[in-house]
């Protein structure tokens, strides 16, 4: 069988992510020629950089696999003209017939991914240049690498076909093919996991591996496969793909060969989730970043301290597990830059290239703690025809009592985060957007704060404001470019940066992506520990309070005094909210999670899927502040009708994507998903 290796525009890092020079173009017509070629140290390694280039992109936040972040509630495109496609799959508008393209269905890029690492692993030890220990290393990344694009599709698709630790068989009838099962899936992918992780150095620049750091940051760690097991396990444990809250949506799913789809519900699996997460903390190698700079307040170190996670590079961040540079994609123009560009103000006042469109969704402003008690302000919404409600919010008394309001104003606000008191004056703030964590400033700029840096593409500072008025820096337009939502995310922004300059200052943007962080790994921990078959009410809370101790917040049991966590079934009642313990803290975590990973390779999006909550969720109006008004006070107004575009919309259906019409037609007896 004719095989072609190509070296694709992607180093793996170092070498990963970055850009070749030309293509590797070997045909190998038979054996010996496959023998002779990966017996050379270059041939090995490029063939390993072209398994590498399969990774998803996560990390862009409009399209590709990142766009998911656009199907969640989490956000809101702030303008209609420039949507993506997963933009309307949010609106429902997508069905089997019509997703071809590869952006929302990289089926067939993730087998070809695949077959390719099957190949690599299958053919590595021909290698006679180098070290055992290195190819031993290296075919252990594949093996990861492989288990990850299973990953990847499961969470999309749930069980797929596995070809297990061999090649595609090439001969099998199209209509012999079905899926697995949930436990045979994320079976092959930890098995594969547990064969990798003994092979894999702790680091990429271990004795005995022979590579430098700088020219390999990124490639894959022990770390790295015992992060992704926790996170496979975690899904494995929740709802979705053990036992479904007891809805019975997938229970009747059987596949060609007569075996369930998907398994009754087993609490074991969340002990099994516990010990993988558990396994990476044990290592001691990864610790949440943390700054101290001297004469800066606790919130202003919390802020920053949150901010570099993305701007840290690899020898001095020492909690991202796995992650990579921030891929060139989309405007060239704009290049590494382009989050940056989709989510800064339109209008030329104050970012150059701004569009306006990646912004937050006020469900996400709401959802981060209060810096004073650190407790959230949001306990719940009440609802308007059977939906969420966003301007009818459930608010915790004990918030309201140190200045929570959703109906007041605070004068002479003095903004602290990424900003100057020279040139940054007091202005009146509304309520809702003072005394927030550091988290809350690191990821948002609220309309009638200052833009976070001294000069803008206008030249002097410049406050961000939002309505249908000349003195705006981001008026309201109905067919031009401006916010629409209130809030602009600026996670990926770093402060000082003027954007007046499109190449100084988009296209010289870098950042890391997080592929995998401890933070996640304390988060999953806490959340198995509290799912677990032997409740573990105060580990969940140490690992919790870990994370938010990062954002400067006291722990949960001194916010919340009035809640028995430790009581799995007793209920506790906060303003008016009656949950029992486990309740409590299971929402607790969950809304750690929405704060933490804010538009963070769409972890939201994937956490509402598996904990089967989308439903109630995402079916909502599209609810902003009142950017219509004429001016700031009114423009809090929380309303519906201003946003431009169709509402959320999210069936029973939704919670796995379905099979094309295509790939169906190929694989004539294969089990499309429910719904379909």
């Avoid at 993506?84 to 089926?107: C, D, L, Q």
């Avoid at 990124?218 to 929740?238: C, D, E, F, P, Q």
Wanted: aromatic share 14%; charged share 25%; net charge negative.
């Amino acid at each position: 069988m004719k095989k072609t290796l190509y070296s694709i525009g992607i180093l793996v890092l170092g070498i990963l992510l970055g850009g070749c020079d030309k293509f590797f173009d070997i045909n190998l017509e038979d054996q010996a020629t496959l023998d002779d070629t990966m017996a050379r140290s270059s041939a090995v390694i490029r063939y390993l950089a072209h398994c590498y280039s399969y990774i998803p992109r996560d990390e862009n936040v409009r399209d590709y696999e990142g766009g998911v972040v656009l199907r969640s509630d989490e956000s809101l495109v702030a303008k209609s003209q420039y949507e993506t496609y997963w933009y309307k799959v949010r609106r429902g508008e997508y069905s089997a017939e019509g997703i071809s393209a590869e952006h929302v269905n990289p089926w067939k890029r993730f087998y070809e991914g695949i077959n390719e690492c099957t190949t690599f692993i299958e053919n590595v030890d021909k290698d006679k240049e180098d070290s055992p220990v290195l190819v031993a290393h290296m075919k252990a990344e594949a093996r990861f690498l492989r288990a990850y694009y299973y990953f990847v599709l499961f969470r999309q698709w749930g069980p797929v076909v596995v070809w297990g630790d061999k090649a595609a068989d090439q001969d099998v009838r199209s209509e012999d093919l079905d899926r697995a099962t949930v436990d045979e899936t994320v079976g092959f992918i930890v098995e594969e996991l547990d064969k990798a992780i003994p092979d894999l150095g702790y680091e990429v620049d271990d004795e005995g591996l022979g590579m430098t750091l700088a020219a390999n940051k990124g490639r894959i760690t022990k770390g790295a496969a015992m992060a992704l097991k926790a996170r496979v396990l975690l899904y494995a444990a929740s709802p979705l793909y053990n036992g479904q809250n007891g809805a019975g949506i997938y229970s009747g799913m059987t596949n060609r060969e007569g075996k369930r789809i998907f398994p009754d519900y087993d609490a074991t699996k969340w002990d099994k989730a516990a010990t993988a997460a558990l396994d990476v903390i044990n290592l001691q190698r990864y610790e949440l970043t943390k700054v101290n700079v001297a004469g800066q307040s606790a919130i202003q170190n919390a802020a920053a301290s949150y901010q570099t996670v993305w701007f840290r590079t690899w020898d001095t961040n020492r909690e991202i597990i796995w992650g990579w540079w921030f891929r060139s994609w989309g405007d060239e123009s704009l290049g590494n830059g382009c989050d940056v560009a989709y989510a800064a103000p339109a209008g030329g006042k104050i970012a150059l290239a701004g569009y306006s469109l990646t912004s937050p969704s006020l469900k996400l402003v709401d959802a981060y703690p209060m810096w004073e008690n650190g407790r959230y302000p949001v306990l719940d919404y009440e609802k308007t025809g059977g939906m969420y409600d966003y301007s009818r919010p459930v608010v915790d008394p004990a918030c309201e009592n140190i200045g929570y309001k959703t109906n007041d104003w605070v004068n002479n606000y003095q903004q602290e985060i990424d900003v100057d008191p020279s040139w940054a004056k007091p202005f009146k703030a509304h309520a809702t957007t003072v005394g927030r964590d550091g988290r809350f400033y690191a990821n948002f700029v609220p309309n009638g704060f200052w833009w976070p840096s001294k000069v803008t593409a206008s030249g002097g500072p410049l406050r961000f404001t939002c309505y249908n008025n000349a003195e705006c820096t981001s008026r309201y337009s109905e067919v031009d470019a401006c916010n629409r939502v209130g809030y602009v995310w600026r996670r990926l922004y770093k402060a000082g940066n003027p954007l007046k300059d499109l190449t100084a200052d988009y296209q010289s943007m870098r950042y890391v992506f997080p592929a995998f962080r401890i933070a996640e790994i304390y988060l999953i921990y806490a959340e198995a520990c509290n799912e677990k078959t032997s409740r573990n009410a105060s580990e969940a809370i140490r690992y919790i309070d870990m994370v938010r101790d990062r954002a400067g917040l006291c722990g949960l049991r001194q916010a919340y005094p009035d809640i028995d966590f430790d009581s799995a079934e007793g209920v506790s009642t906060v303003g008016g909210v009656s949950r029992t313990g486990r309740e409590w803290l299971r929402w607790m975590i969950r809304q750690e999670r929405m704060c933490e990973f804010a538009m963070e390779g769409g972890q939201r999006h994937y956490d509402a899927l598996r904990w089967m909550v989308a439903v109630d969720e995402y079916n909502t109006a599209n609810w902003t502040l009142h950017v219509k008004a004429d001016n700031y006070e009114d423009s809090y107004t929380r309303v519906s009708t201003d946003y431009i575009g169709g509402r959320s919309v999210f069936a029973e259906r939704d919670y796995l994507f379905p099979f094309s019409y295509t790939q169906m037609a190929e694989m004539t007896n294969f089990t499309q998903n429910y719904g379909w």
